[in-house]
């Protein structure tokens, strides 16, 4: 995001007489003048501004140095991405010529971006567009230090780029002018992984401090009580945002890592509908983050459900923090994780060559070495032309016979035709090798013995275990813990409480009334983006439903 950038028709649209008086039943006049400070960066979540007469630069500020990234003229307004996300400044926005603007509040904003279509494309594509400017231009905004080797670092950097924020990583293990950063603010050693900003500098950062700090936490919140929470920011529980939300429910979505899900660290996406040339997970889940917003959803991250009771006739959520969410109905779309690896080794290595995601920031810690992938399905096939295109050879690690059993053609057909990837069939990961942290070789277990493949990095895409614990005691759970709904359950599932409810579960619904489970963490769900995507949404109409007999009974 640079200077000359406002010559971006999307990201710095210029507003018509008619935009104008749109936005004057919604706006109050403010005079400014040289000098004034509109928003500085880590300011919370500031309004949006009309530039009426006068001019404004938006700076950033860097290590006592400032740069000039864009200038608004009249005509042109002020903001970006954290308008819709609530979250605070990465940006200082000062009068350079007096003149006057026109605010308006982020609720009024919201309100219209969803009532005015024509004009809330306009206001909601130049806000994208200018967060993807951020990011590639102005990295300094949030500046994470840690060791490439720090699991914690990992976190962090993973977390900033899956929540699409703007942040810079220094490693003072490979560059020197680190250490005078660290000196400047005070920090040690000891205090790593930090988390520098304008207004903060996070020590030994978590990502839940993050998380507060930059404002996406329940600690936000203005209320504790919803029509609909939903447990999960994957493809299925994002869709249920959307539709819960845009159709008049007062909707929260709670995530535990970042939005996305599994789908959100995908490095490609190519048998979605609507998407013929691809789209990486995290461009997918992003825009669908942002939509649920667009609608009212209340979206937060990180945020981790302990456990759920029935109280008082609310579903009350106690999370990991000690904070309790009510609401009047759940949906439960938490999804899976992937299984560890069963070798001792396992654990000393993860975060330090061994991962469960190939995103950008993985992919820049291999460098172009060896890499081994394991697992022989789509995630475990992306993950592997990703890699390889990227300049690293791949080996591919499956204990079946032939990747078409549980991986797409089209990906099967990429794999095998690409001269940087070898397939392994019938082999299994028996073993890690490697020094200081850093992974060098596995040792894989064939039929006719045991093979030493050279390493920079292991890809673990194996199984999946799903996210129930939260769910224990409280809904039917299968042989492997994902939740029973609908027409899996059983008598003896449901229980008393349906006999004298006198009426069937709901599509989705769980062994508890009003509570639904959508996604990877359901029993028999089909785990492709498309079927989660469907099961999130439709499970809104029986959300609907559920609270429509819920007002009866208490109307009654």
């Not at 004057?24 to 500085?40: P, S």
């Not at 400047?184 to 050693?189: D, E, P």
């Amino acid at each position: 995001m640079q200077a000359a950038a406002p010559d971006d028709p999307v990201a710095f649209p210029l507003l018509t007489a008619d935009d104008l008086a749109t936005l004057e039943a919604v706006g109050a006049h403010r005079t400014i003048h040289t000098g004034d400070e509109l928003f500085r960066a880590g300011d919370p979540t500031p309004d949006f501004y009309v530039v009426l007469s006068g001019v404004v630069e938006i700076v950033i500020e860097s290590d006592g140095h400032e740069r000039l990234l864009a200038r608004h003229v009249p005509g042109r307004f002020i903001g970006e991405l954290n308008l819709i996300t609530g979250l605070r400044a990465f940006v200082t926005a000062r009068v350079v010529e007096s003149g006057e603007v026109m605010v308006v509040k982020r609720d009024a904003l919201r309100h219209l971006i969803a009532t005015n279509t024509r004009l809330g494309d306009v206001i909601l594509a130049s806000l994208l567009a200018r967060r993807a400017l951020l990011v590639s231009g102005a990295s300094e905004a949030v500046r994470v230090v840690g060791s490439r080797y720090s699991p914690d670092a990992l976190r962090l950097r993973e977390f900033l780029a899956r929540t699409r924020i703007p942040h810079q990583y220094l490693d003072p293990d490979a560059d020197p002018a680190v250490e005078e950063i660290l000196h400047a603010f005070g920090v040690g050693t000891a205090d790593l992984p930090v988390v520098i900003t304008v207004g903060a500098v996070l020590r030994r950062a978590t990502v839940g401090e993050l998380g507060e700090f930059l404002g996406l936490t329940v600690a936000n919140l203005p209320t504790r009580t919803f029509d609909l929470v939903i447990v999960g920011g994957g493809p299925a529980g994002l869709a249920a945002a959307v539709y819960g939300a845009s159709e008049g429910l007062n909707t929260l979505g709670v995530e535990m890592i970042a939005p996305g899900g599994q789908a959100g660290s995908s490095s490609r996406i190519e048998n979605y509908l609507g998407f013929p040339t691809g789209i990486s997970g995290g461009d997918l889940t992003q825009r669908a983050f942002v939509q649920a917003e667009k609608f009212g959803a209340q979206m937060t991250a990180p945020c981790t459900v302990a456990s759920l009771r029935d109280e008082d006739g609310y579903l009350r959520l106690h999370l990991s923090d000690g904070t309790v969410i009510a609401a009047r109905a759940v949906i439960a779309a938490s999804g899976a994780r992937y299984r560890r690896l069963a070798i001792p080794e396992l654990e000393r290595f993860e975060g330090r060559g061994v991962f469960y995601a190939a995103t950008e920031d993985e992919a820049r810690q291999c460098a172009g070495s060896p890499v081994v992938v394991v697992g022989g399905g789509n995630s475990a096939g992306q993950a592997a032309m990703y890699l390889a295109d990227r300049g690293s050879p791949v080996n591919v690690v499956i204990r079946g016979d032939d990747l078409r059993k549980s991986m797409s053609r089209y990906l099967v057909d990429r794999i095998v035709e690409h001269p940087a990837i070898t397939v392994h069939t019938g082999a299994q990961v028996v073993g890690l090798q490697g020094e200081d942290g850093t992974l060098r070789a596995v040792r894989v277990q064939r039929p006719g013995g045991e093979q030493e493949l050279a390493c920079g990095a292991l890809f673990s895409f194996i199984g999946a275990e799903p996210n129930s614990d939260w769910l224990s005691g409280c809904v039917a759970l299968d042989g492997h813990r994902f939740v029973l709904t609908d027409l899996e359950l059983d008598g003896n599932a449901r229980g008393e409480r349906w006999r004298t409810l006198g009426r069937q579960p709901l599509p989705f619904e769980t062994s508890h009334p009003g509570l639904f489970a959508v996604g990877d963490v359901r029993s028999g769900s089909t785990k492709r983006v498309a079927a989660a995507v469907g099961e999130g949404s439709a499970a809104v109409r029986s959300v609907h439903q559920y609270l429509a007999f819920r007002a009866g009974a208490i109307t009654t």
